[in-house]
């Protein structure tokens, strides 16, 4: 449609960023489907829940559908409840055990994978693919059963362990235990990521770097600290960032292991929401606890956008 | 960046001796005969020649490193290896073995689960031999309604993936090829969608849904995952695009294409590495996705197959054959797919199509 002529035009700056220049309804035609698609089920979704936890809304309101502001109601009510603060502790706790679990050992096995001949990083990969490709539903499932009270493996190999006591063991009775186990499901299917993508990244560095600091003399911790640590900063920052924000957010593996159970004991933050409002109707109180959680995520977000655009301005020359 | 890191290796040519490092001895008498000092170095480079051909970057392999200069030892005669240097070269194979296997352990578990007989699997100590049967899996696809799920899953995944490819080829175009208004807000705007905490949304979607009617409705299901695997579709296809050179548009645009031809006959066969990287990604993501069809959907017909199987208690009891043969069944697709996204994606196929 456009002549060719109009690539000539003397626009510099287009020029020199390599576009073409069709200006006019063209390109919001196109980009509109996707905005309006964006705007309409995120944008109002997070609009609304924010309203929402200003409002009076519980089954009354949720059949007669009238609207009920409550001001600060959802908010002091939340704020003042021993449960949200028990639960946020329990939230960050479990983030903060995860994801330093997840990094550190994602990264020794993406040095590990670094440091293999062929073969046996290839088998090494394969289980690794194995683990990140499995469904999230399908491995609670599997961690039940793993950890079935009457004839659950782990209680059996604990036994082959040498520990007593374990015979028809409850890994579900309590809400640490309960955490305990979403830890591992969690961990086990993170670390794929962490290391196939480290591997990726090491093998960019040039090994003459290594050899060199060997000859010096350097030990392997060295090595990591001076060499590896300072060049894949940018990976380790950003990938813990993104697993802090993954793990906080997690629902369905703490959701679908117990339910959030036992007596509420392993509930985390998006948990909470979605008892108290599924479960108890209280749809105000849910969305003022998805507020306050949608806050937190924003801080380790915001902190992720900036190193992202960082890294990305010291990519570019 | 060379200069500095070959400069301390040609002077430790001479000093390696002293060197404690877990390669150094082999490195010392390997640069014996050839010599001191620079002579290292053509020692060192000989020896990544012969670890080359095996693949992978080979100076940072140690463990190939020593192997490849143990037949280079001056005055014939392999020495008997010390200890150490056994143990150094064995131990990382020992430990990728072990991690490996605790990798893939719960995942054989799943699919040794599902070929079990009944008596095979409720037992208190584990049975690791057995006669593997098929039975488990009749079970899981006999269960109510489960062609039912296998239906609404896949007609919920493939809808929302064609959808985002759809509109997501014509924004990434628009982003990627064309200068207007907004673009830099709207690029800021899909990477923040990008990490959309979908998760903590649930409340007001069921909300949502309920005020429109469309609480049960597979169509609700399948606008949401649309919505939720765009950006990313976006984002890449965005890329790939930006990618293909504007020669080649411009060269059927001057050969009398018009442009709608010109973006189907050049543009898009080279986004092919692209269309499937993001239909994969998104296929994977709407399979899995449970936290929406649990609130939006609690009709036992309008559900998917993550939440049906979330709930096996109700449909199979203690069968956990069955259960565990449901698991293998729901995980099979996704397995498929990832070891398609691990080949090709990182193939990179559109360089290729490019640089040719």
Redesign the interface.
């Known amino acids: 449609?456009?002549p060719?002529a109009r690539?000539a035009e003397p626009a510099a700056p287009?020029a020199a960023t390599?576009?073409?220049?069709?200006?006019g309804w063209?390109?919001?035609l196109?980009?509109a489907?996707?905005?309006l698609?964006?705007g309409l089920?995120?944008g109002?979704?997070?609009l609304?829940?924010v309203l929402?936890s200003f409002q009076e809304f519980g089954r009354r309101q949720?059949i007669s559908?009238t609207t009920e502001w409550a001001g600060f109601d959802n908010y002091v009510e939340v704020l003042n409840n021993p449960r949200f603060w028990d639960t946020l502790v329990r939230t960050f706790v479990f983030m903060a055990v995860n994801v330093v679990l997840i990094m550190v050992l994602g990264t020794l096995?993406g040095l590990?994978?670094?440091?293999?001949?062929?073969k046996?990083?290839l088998?090494?990969s394969?289980?690794?693919?194995?683990?990140?490709?499995?469904?999230?539903?399908?491995?609670?499932?599997?961690?039940s059963?793993?950890f079935?009270t009457?004839?659950g493996?782990m209680n059996?190999f604990m036994g082959v362990l040498g520990f007593t006591g374990f015979d028809q063991h409850n890994w579900f009775g309590t809400g640490t235990s309960t955490l305990a186990i979403a830890t591992l499901l969690i961990v086990?299917m993170s670390?794929?990521f962490v290391a196939l993508n480290l591997y990726a990244g090491?093998?960019t560095?040039?090994?003459?770097?290594?050899?060199?600091a060997?000859?010096?003399?350097?030990s392997a911790w060295r090595i990591f600290r001076s060499i590896i640590l300072p060049i894949m900063k940018p990976f380790f920052l950003i990938t813990t960032f993104l697993e802090i924000?993954w793990v906080f957010?997690?629902?369905?593996q703490v959701?679908?292991l117990n339910g959030g159970g036992p007596s509420r004991a392993s509930e985390t933050l998006?948990v909470m929401?979605?008892i108290e409002?599924?479960g108890q109707q209280q749809?105000g109180a849910?969305?003022a606890i998805?507020v306050l959680?949608?806050l937190i995520?924003l801080g380790a977000?915001s902190y992720?956008?900036h190193l992202?655009l960082k890294q990305e301005k010291e990519q570019q020359p | 960046?060379?200069q500095d890191?070959?400069a301390?290796?040609a002077?430790?040519g001479s000093?390696?001796p002293?060197?404690?490092?877990?390669?150094?001895p082999s490195?010392s008498t390997a640069a014996g005969p050839t010599g001191a000092g620079a002579g290292g170095v053509v020692g060192?480079l000989a020896e990544?020649n012969i670890a080359g051909p095996?693949?992978?970057?080979?100076?940072?392999?140690?463990?190939?490193q020593t192997v490849a200069g143990i037949p280079r030892t001056p005055g014939g005669g392999p020495s008997p290896e010390p200890f150490r240097r056994r143990f150094q070269r064995i131990w990382?194979?020992a430990?990728?073995?072990i991690?490996?296997?605790i990798?893939?352990f719960?995942?054989y578990?799943?699919i040794a689960?599902s070929l079990k007989q009944r008596g095979d699997?409720?037992?208190?100590?584990?049975v690791f031999v057995f006669v593997p049967t098929l039975d488990n899996y009749s079970t899981a696809m006999g269960a109510d309604l489960f062609w039912t799920y296998v239906r609404n899953s896949f007609v919920v995944t493939v809808c929302a993936v064609l959808l985002a490819l759809l509109?997501?080829l014509?924004?990434g175009?628009?982003?990627a090829?064309?200068?207007?208004k907004g673009?830099r807000g709207?690029i800021l705007?899909i990477?923040?969608?990008q990490?959309?905490?979908w998760?903590?949304?649930?409340?007001?979607?069921?909300?949502?849904a309920?005020?429109l009617e469309m609480l049960n409705s597979l169509l609700a299901l399948t606008?949401?995952y649309?919505?939720m695997a765009?950006?990313f579709t976006?984002w890449t296809l965005r890329g790939f695009i930006a990618a293909v050179p504007?020669e080649l548009e411009?060269a059927a645009?001057?050969d009398g294409c018009?442009?709608t031809r010109a973006f189907f006959s050049v543009i898009f066969p080279l986004l092919a590495p692209g269309l499937m990287a993001t239909s994969i990604f998104g296929f994977?993501m709407a399979?899995?996705e449970?936290?929406m069809v649990?609130?939006l959907n609690k009709a036992p017909e309008a559900k998917t197959?993550?939440?049906w199987?979330?709930s096996?208690q109700t449909a199979f009891g203690n069968d956990?054959g069955a259960?565990?043969a449901a698991?293998?069944l729901?995980?099979i697709p996704?397995?498929v797919l990832?070891?398609i996204l691990?080949r090709r994606v990182t193939g990179g196929m559109a360089a290729g199509a490019v640089k040719g």
């Open positions: 449609m456009t060719p690539a287009a390599g576009r073409r220049l069709p200006t063209l390109p919001y196109l980009i489907p996707a905005v698609s964006l089920v995120l109002w979704a997070l609304r829940n929402i949720l559908r096995i590990l994978l670094n440091r293999l001949g062929g046996m990083r088998t090494l394969i289980a690794l693919v194995m683990a990140w490709a499995m469904p999230i539903i399908p491995s609670t499932v599997l961690f059963w793993i079935h009457q004839y493996l059996w086990w670390i794929p090491l093998t560095i040039g090994g003459e770097i290594y050899e060199a060997r000859m010096d003399g350097a924000i957010k997690a629902f369905a959701y679908a998006p929401a979605y409002g599924m749809f849910a969305a998805s959680t949608l995520l977000m992720y956008f992202i | 960046m060379s890191t070959t301390p290796g002077d430790g000093g390696s002293e060197v404690t490092g877990p390669d150094g490195r060192r990544v095996h693949g992978a970057p080979p100076p940072s392999d140690p463990v190939r990382p194979n430990v990728a073995l991690t490996a296997a990798f893939i719960p995942v578990w799943m689960s699997i409720l037992t208190r100590d584990p509109v997501a014509a924004a175009f628009a982003i090829r064309m200068e207007f673009r709207m705007v990477m923040m969608a990490m959309a905490p998760e903590v949304l649930i409340i007001v979607m069921y909300l949502n309920r005020d606008i949401i649309f919505v765009l950006p976006l504007k411009e645009l001057i018009s442009r994977i399979w899995n449970f936290a649990l609130v197959l993550p939440v199987l979330s096996f956990w259960t565990m698991s293998t729901v995980t996704v397995l990832f070891l691990q």
